[in-house]
Each structure stands twice: as structure tokens, then as C-alpha cells.
């Protein structure tokens, strides 16, 4: 597929969260932001008002940029893994089951838990778990638990290297071409 379509595909995902989120937005800039933070023109600060909404949001929009890129530049994609209500990971590339988050910061028993079951199982059936996670500030002990459920972490630079490495893409800079900083 030609970089046009992947552009008007990606640029699409990202018209929809700029709409949504053109009502929440402030222009004040803080610490600690992100690509997909300038990209909306987003801070700490406003994040801070609503944390729960703009992890979700933010993650879903990671999620769904990952998806879309990988559908279109790998030949051996293939979607999630699913088993009843459970969802092991995201998509799958090659061997590679991918689970992508935009931060990890919870640390509570029954979301660790789940981490390394599903890295196990992963495993089980003969995958790489492959945690693709946007932001570093990470809880370290959902990372811990991560690690020892099998995922491979990829965080920050490191994701935006392993996106580039499987899809011939530079994700990274082609959402600082759409920053708003």
C-alpha cells in the first residue's frame, strides 16, 4: 500500500480523537508530554483533570493507529486473539501477539493477574507476548509482572523502534509532523 493511503487511513484516526477531544483542550503546555499529547495539543495539566478519560482515549487512539499501520505494511498481520470474554492481545504479527497500552499505571492484584495469564497463554500457544506501551512512566511493578508473565516490553523510543522494525514506518516522526508544539 502506498504511504498516501497509510497517511489518509492513520489521518483519519486522528481526525476522529481531534474532534472529540477539540472540546476538552487547552492550550497550556506542562511536563512530561507525549507525541500523541502534542499531536491534540494536550498537557499534564488538563490530563490531570479527567486521568481516567484521557488514558483510556489516548490509549485507544495508540491502539488503533498500531492496528491500522500494521495492516497495511505487514503482510503477516493478523487480529487479535480472542477466547470468550477474554482478549489476549491486540493483533498479531508473525510470531509477535502484540498488546499495545498507552501507559501502564495500575497495579491492582486482578490487572496483574491478568497480564501474566495472558502472557502465558500467549506463550502457550506459540507466541511472543509484546507489550507496546506509548508513554515510560510506567508503574514499575505492572512491568515486573508483565516481564514475569513473558512479555517483551517495548516502551517510549523502544516501541517506536520495534513499529519501525516490523512495519518500515516512522511512526514517531510522522506524528511530530502533526504536533502542535
Given at each position: ?26 492550550d ?34 495508540w491502539?488503533?493507529i498500531?492496528?491500522e ?10 487480529d ?18 502484540i ?19 495472558y ?24 512491568i ?32 511530530k ?5
Amino acid at each position: 500500500m502506498n504511504s498516501s493511503l497509510i497517511d489518509n487511513s492513520l489521518e483519519s484516526i486522528l481526525e476522529h480523537y481531534r474532534k472529540a477531544f477539540s472540546v476538552k483542550a487547552f492550550d497550556d503546555k506542562f511536563l512530561d508530554e507525549d507525541d500523541l499529547m502534542l499531536v491534540f495539543g494536550l498537557t499534564q495539566e488538563i490530563k490531570s483533570q479527567n486521568k481516567q478519560y484521557w488514558g483510556r482515549e489516548l490509549g485507544m487512539c495508540w491502539q488503533r493507529i498500531v492496528i491500522e499501520l500494521c495492516k497495511h505494511k505487514c503482510s503477516n498481520f493478523n487480529d487479535s486473539i480472542k477466547e470468550g470474554s477474554d482478549e489476549f492481545c491486540d493483533l498479531v504479527v508473525g510470531n509477535d501477539a502484540i498488546d499495545t497500552k498507552y501507559r501502564i499505571g495500575s497495579g491492582d492484584s486482578g490487572t496483574l493477574k491478568k497480564f501474566k495469564q495472558y502472557g502465558r497463554e500467549l506463550q502457550k500457544r506459540g507466541y511472543n507476548p509484546v507489550l507496546l506501551i506509548l508513554r515510560k512512566d510506567n508503574l514499575p511493578s505492572a512491568i515486573t509482572a508483565c516481564k514475569n508473565g513473558g512479555w517483551i516490553i517495548k516502551s517510549g523510543d523502544d516501541a517506536y523502534e520495534y513499529v519501525y522494525k516490523i512495519t518500515g514506518f516512522d511512526l514517531k516522526l510522522w506524528l511530530k509532523m502533526r504536533s502542535h508544539k
